[in-house]
């Protein structure tokens, strides 16, 4: 197995797109990640997308994104994995480079979520759950999360302002970060005041319903100074790449407050890449809702059962705290376009690595790491990158 590299990098900022299509919205990520690897050619596309058939009536995603960006007569695919759809792409644009079997592979994501209804959207992303026993009691996807959150807070005893940390932690990022959606900090009485979607979950608690694409050139590591001469970046290596399921439904879990294909994932990563915890110098984590920050911080062994809220009460998740989270905003307010988010983490770890993160830089970043979460912890990608 060959070591991989990410050599070039593209985002679009993460907004309502009603003029962009979502070919567009895809080829201005794609085609501005080409342009930073100064490539005009790639041997594969893998697009990681969750809801395209469903909102906007078009399947054969990957082949269409090609098409538009000049890309054809390549392998062309879209990779779907509910929200994890963008790592779970990563992840086989990886294997397709390790292996040998691809040399230059281009992995996107990109979703379009605006342009339907919202009960249209709800009830698509209502699809990442059990659909025969789930779904079709017509709970919503916020709703299984607003059950986690309530049983959390019951069996530790956890106030639901203890979770606010993790949402002024990441609008205070987000602040700084010209790609997303929301670019104001707020404050405790912001989070305590704002409107309840499903209790315990309020507005602040939950990420946005948006449209955005992310790319990244991955190439073998011997062969990434052909791509980085004379760039204002480097490479920056893929150290590790993991996945593992759970089950669908919640209720089928032997412990519902333990994401055990997070537990999974991330300790397939640390054995891969030779990594502890205790190395990793910022965390982009899935924090779709503010209990799944949590949930994570437990399953990946930076903090105890039950105490992962701490970390944002006691501000150790901040730029300059203990383990730095959701560094440019994460999904809560960079924003969540499903099945780009995992792309745009990884975008953001190349962004740190290399000391290009501006106001958000964690200083002396060397190791990052990332997890992708799909539906309510059924499939976990971890990914970890060092320079």
Known sequence: MRSVSIVGIGQTPVDEHWDLSV?????????????DAGIERADALYVGNMLSGRLLDQEHLATLIADFSGLRGIEAAKIEAACASGGAALRIGY????????????????????????????????????????????????????????????????????????????HRNGANNPNAMFQRPIDLKTYVNAPMIATPINMMDSSPVCDGAAAVVLVATERASEFTTGHHRGAVQILASSSANDTLAIHDRKDPLFLEAGYVSSQKAYVQSGVT????????????????????????GFARRGEGWRMAQDDEI???????????????SRGHPVGATGVYQI?????????????????????????????????IVTHILGV
């Open 318 to 332: 901040g730029i300059g705290g203990r383990l730095p989270i959701s560094t440019m905003g994460g999904l809560k």
């Open 277 to 300: 915890p205790s190395d990793v110098d910022l965390f982009e984590v899935h924090d779709a809702f503010t209990i799944m920050s949590a949930l994570t911080l437990e399953a990946t």
């Open 347 to 379: 975008v953001e770890l190349v962004q740190q690595l290399t000391g290009t993160s501006g106001g958000n830089q964690v200083k002396g970043a060397h190791i990052g790491m990332a997890q992708n979460i799909g539906g309510s912890g059924a499939t």
């Open 95 to 170: 294997m397709a480079v390790a292996s040998g079997m691809h040399d230059v592979v281009i992995v996107a994501g990109v979703e379009k979520m605006t342009d339907t209804p919202s009960g249209g959207t709800t009830a698509g992303l209502a699809t990442a759950a059990d659909a025969e026993y789930e779904s079709a009691h017509g709970i919503t996807f916020v709703g299984l999360n607003a059950l986690l959150m309530q049983r959390y807070m019951y069996e530790y005893d956890v106030p639901v302002d203890a979770f606010a940390g993790f949402s002024i932690n990441a």
């Open 23 to 35: 070919r567009h919205i895809a080829y201005h990520a794609v085609s501005a990640a080409m342009q």
